[in-house]
Structures are given as C-alpha cells and as structure tokens.
C-alpha cells in the first residue's frame, strides 16, 4: 500500500490513503437460513480489527476490497 505524507517544517500535516484497501477476513458472523435472496449483510472484522457490512457469502479467510474513504464492503477478491 503506498500512503503520501505532505511535511512543514520537519513535521507531517497531510496523509493520503489509496482509495481501497485490500484486507483479509479473521472474524465473520453466522449466516441466517434464507438470507441469501434479500440482500441481507452481516459483520466481518478484517486483519486489521476493521468492522464492515458485507453481504452474507463473505467468510473467514476471504479477502475483501474496502473503500479507505467510507469503510464500506467494496467486492470479495
């Protein structure tokens, strides 16, 4: 991942993130029977302790794309 850091006089004042991130999938909640048609999400936490709504095929051990500037479930890589 390539961040830009802008420095002033010695010290850092600007961060720039990549748009997306790719992130590995260490925790997913239980799918619910019957779910599947509705569109429903459930709560995954991501190798880096992040919390995202995704939708209920994502499991343990997938990777996942999130948008840097929402947090938001992006695609399953």
Do not use: H, W
């Not at 720039?16 to 048609?37: F, H, N, Q, W, Y």
């Not at 302790?49 to 948008?67: E, K, S």
């Amino acid at each position: 991942m390539e961040v830009k850091l802008t420095f002033y006089k010695g010290e850092a004042i600007d961060v720039e993130l990549p748009t997306s991130v790719d992130l590995k999938v260490v925790r997913a909640d239980m799918a619910i029977r019957g779910d599947t048609a509705t569109g429903v999400t459930k709560k995954v936490e991501t190798e880096s302790g992040l919390i995202v709504q995704c939708p209920n095929f994502v499991n343990v051990g997938d990777t996942i794309r999130v948008d840097t500037r929402t947090g938001e479930y992006v695609t399953r890589i």
